[in-house]
């Protein structure tokens, strides 16, 4: 093989530190969100593989359905148990799931200390709600935890999960260098990330901070806490309080 025969990225053989499968009807809303950036190089080292899965393949009938009427009446269409079960059991058969996710407005608010959580565990499946949501039953008999990105709604689960992806797989060791390491970021420390300069020092008589030219990396560090402190008091106060 000469060179030139040689793949641009070397084939990665090593165990995911975490597999994560979603289940979706709009599995192309997903595709950019994970393939570039950091969730990009996440899976070319190989610490993290997605699988993203058409829930159509396990539909009703040749039509490929997978919502139906809701029970009561009312307008908006749910999605049934069935495609949703037979999709899950069969993705649970190559290995047992941490968590069952559903990604929903009425779920408890995504923050840093479940992106934390959820970084520790080895599989997770999420499942992609669309027009009024899941059947309640797969929500009693399958989900384990639901998830909101925010006090809004979206159109589809699909954003919501390729936000959760995003906030857990930079956070897997060996994904982030030491340049953006995740221990600096906002709410790690319950604390939002104080301001930041590059060059040039004056722009339009704008400056950059005497204090982050010094050269002192003790009082550069502590005016970054004060910053952040002062910050947070002032936007986020309730971070605080916790
Ligand atoms: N699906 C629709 N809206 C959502 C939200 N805010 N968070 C998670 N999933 C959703």
Known sequence: MTPQDLPAERPVDRQPLLHIDILSV???LLAS?????IMKRAQDKGLLTVGVHHLRQWAVNEYGQVDDYQYGGGAGMVMMCEPLARAIDSLQEQAAYDEIIYL???????NQK??????LK???LLICGHYKGIDQRIRDHYVTREISIGDYVLSGGELAAAVLVDAIGRLLPGVLNDETSALTDSFQDDLLAPPVYTR???FRGWKVPDILLSGDPKKVDEWRYEQALQRTAERRPDLMKE
């Open 122 to 124: 080895g599989r997770l």
């Open 104 to 110: 929903t407005p009425d779920g408890s608010t995504l």
């Open 200 to 202: 040039p020092v004056d």
């Open 114 to 119: 479940t992106a934390n959580s959820l970084s």
């Open 26 to 28: 709009l599995p192309e």
């Open 33 to 37: 969100p994970l393939s570039h950036s």
